[in-house]
């Protein structure tokens, strides 16, 4: 499996949506999102297919700020760490030897990383359908008004008002969920987890600058 293949689109939706400001959605969402400046949280991710299989598990802890900068450490099964730092996406894996750095636009860009990171109101691409309740949360809906987006659906889930779970589903029916624990919103983050320097001899793939 490649470094990049690793890298889940629902974690950069999750990393994006943080980010961002929604406009126009439910009051309670569009609040929470627009008094956020940071964010710390231990995580857990699940991958499963369309039969509800699950096919990858892992574990770690996050950390973002606006604008532009959040980091994930995995812990488990092998460890990787991901780091935004406002302009670039860093990818390490250790186990590879190697890091991967992007543009963090060209990283979040496209449909509909860049919508979510802010670049355009969500309301725009975006139904916000009611609040649902399920599984002990509280979950908004947003589905894409385009029908040839490559997701079905972006589910935020609530426990009071506790940012507790991202839901992604994809086209084909697999869902990526992540579920925070331990979370601590706008705490003060230290700026210094958002910079990343690749350890010595570490291969390198793109601009570093």
Same mark, same amino acid.
Not at 85 to 95: K, M, T, Y
Not at 116 to 141: H, T
Not at 180 to 186: D, I, M, Y
């Given at each position: %499996?490649?470094?990049?293949?690793?890298?889940?689109?629902? &974690?950069? @939706?999750?990393?994006?949506? @943080?980010?961002?400001?929604?406009?126009?959605?439910?009051?309670?969402?569009?609040?929470?999102?627009?008094? &956020?400046?940071?964010?710390?949280?231990?995580?857990?991710?699940?991958?499963?297919?369309?039969?509800?299989?699950?096919?990858?598990?892992?574990?770690?802890? %996050?950390? %973002?700020?606006?604008?532009?900068?959040?980091?994930?450490?995995?812990?488990?099964?092998?460890?990787?760490?991901?780091?935004?730092?406002?302009?670039?996406?860093?990818?390490?894996?250790?186990?590879?030897?190697?890091?991967?750095?992007?543009?963090?636009?060209?990283?979040?860009?496209?449909?509909?990383?860049? @919508?979510?990171?802010?670049?355009?109101?969500?309301?725009?691409?975006?139904?916000?359908?009611?609040?649902?309740?399920?599984?002990?949360?509280?979950?908004?809906?947003?589905?894409?008004?385009?029908?040839?987006?490559?997701?079905?659906?972006?589910?935020?889930?609530?426990?009071?008002?506790?940012?507790?779970?991202?839901?992604?589903?994809?086209? &084909?029916?697999?869902?990526?969920?992540?579920?925070?624990?331990?979370?601590?919103?706008?705490?003060?983050?230290?700026?210094?987890?958002?910079?990343?320097?690749?350890?010595?001899?570490?291969?390198?793939?793109?601009?570093?600058?």
């Amino acid at each position: %499996m490649s470094l990049l293949s690793r890298l889940p689109a629902g &974690l950069l @939706l999750a990393c994006a949506l @943080l980010l961002s400001v929604p406009a126009r959605a439910e009051p309670s969402v569009t609040q929470y999102f627009h008094d &956020l400046q940071s964010l710390q949280a231990g995580f857990t991710q699940r991958v499963s297919d369309a039969q509800g299989r699950t096919v990858q598990e892992s574990a770690g802890s %996050m950390a %973002m700020q606006k604008p532009g900068r959040f980091r994930w450490d995995y812990t488990a099964p092998s460890p990787q760490t991901i780091v935004a730092d406002g302009q670039r996406l860093w990818v390490h894996d250790p186990g590879l030897d190697q890091v991967t750095v992007r543009p963090l636009d060209a990283a979040l860009g496209g449909t509909p990383l860049a @919508l979510l990171s802010g670049a355009a109101p969500i309301e725009d691409v975006f139904k916000v359908g009611p609040v649902q309740n399920r599984g002990g949360l509280s979950w908004y809906l947003l589905t894409p008004k385009d029908d040839g987006s490559d997701f079905k659906a972006l589910r935020v889930g609530f426990r009071g008002d506790t940012l507790a779970a991202l839901e992604l589903e994809d086209a &084909l029916g697999g869902r990526t969920r992540v579920e925070f624990s331990h979370l601590q919103r706008n705490g003060r983050v230290d700026p210094a987890q958002f910079r990343f320097t690749p350890p010595p001899g570490t291969d390198v793939i793109g601009d570093a600058g």
